[in-house]
T-cell receptor, first 113, second 113 residues
Framework: GNSVTQMEGPVTLSEEAFLTINCTYT??????LFWYVQYPGEGLQLLLK?????DKGSNKGFEATYRKETTSFHLEKGSVQVSDSAVYFC????????????FGKGTTLSVSS | DTGVSQDPRHKITKRGQNVTFRCDPI?????LYWYRQTLGQGPEFLTY????????KSRLLSDRFSAERPKGSFSTLEIQRTEQGDSAMYLC???????????FGDGTRLSIL
């Protein structure tokens, strides 16, 4: 079946540190891949996406590359800010139209100044 | 900005009561999804509508749960005879046709006393 595995949190970093949050997936066919971010008390906001192998999604300094050979979609940012503190979810959408997202368990990021 | 709107934001009720939540999707979106998110977990799919047709339901959607989207616009999710295990955040998402990403509302947090 389809599934997403994220690294366990919490991840605690100092401001301006480099961030990596690992995400691997299991899927049939060629899914689309997403990173969503959730701030306390809020819903999920789309951070970035990639729809085919070797695509790189990027937004607000965050990047992730769709790696088919390693079934991975790791999230990276070169220099984190306190405002990046949130829960980050990796998700996949199977290729069939209209299918729901399948999420990982989320990784909590805490950035201190 | 007319994003996905959910009402109420918070609902506290006694075990055994019925509750109903509402979701207003982005106006031009024809696909609507309900998810449930428990503490420390990623969202899990409950059900999916395309226009007014309910096309998919997950095994999580027990007989006590019912969802409607009568005119293909807003949707309601009703839980009858609530149980402690129903305590969760209920998220609604919508998307248009094609390969567009899902946009989430801020959710309804349900607490069962």
């Amino acid at each position: 079946g389809n599934s997403v595995t994220q690294m366990e949190g919490p991840v605690t970093l100092s401001e301006e540190a480099f961030l990596t949050i690992n995400c691997t997936y299991t899927a049939t066919g060629y899914p689309s891949l997403f990173w969503y971010v959730q701030y306390p008390g809020e819903g999920l906001q789309l951070l970035l996406k990639a729809t085919k192998a070797d695509d790189k999604g990027s937004n607000k300094g965050f990047e992730a590359t769709y790696r088919k050979e390693t079934t991975s979609f790791h999230l990276e940012k070169g220099s984190v800010q306190v405002s990046d503190s949130a829960v980050y979810f990796c998700a996949l959408r199977p290729p069939r139209a209209g299918t729901a997202l399948i999420f990982g368990k989320g990784t909590t990021l805490s950035v201190s100044s | 900005d007319t994003g996905v709107s959910q009402d109420p934001r918070h609902k506290i009720t006694k075990r055994g009561q019925n509750v109903t939540f509402r979701c207003d999707p982005i106006s031009e979106h024809n696909r609507l999804y309900w998810y449930r998110q428990t503490l420390g977990q990623g969202p899990e799919f409950l059900t999916y509508f395309q226009n007014e047709a309910q096309l998919e339901k997950s095994r999580l959607l027990s007989d006590r749960f019912s969802a409607e989207r009568p005119k293909g616009s807003f949707s309601t999710l009703e839980i009858q005879r609530t149980e402690q295990g129903d305590s969760a955040m209920y998220l609604c998402a919508s998307t248009g046709t094609g390969d567009q990403p899902q946009h989430f509302g801020d959710g309804t947090r349900l607490s069962i006393l």
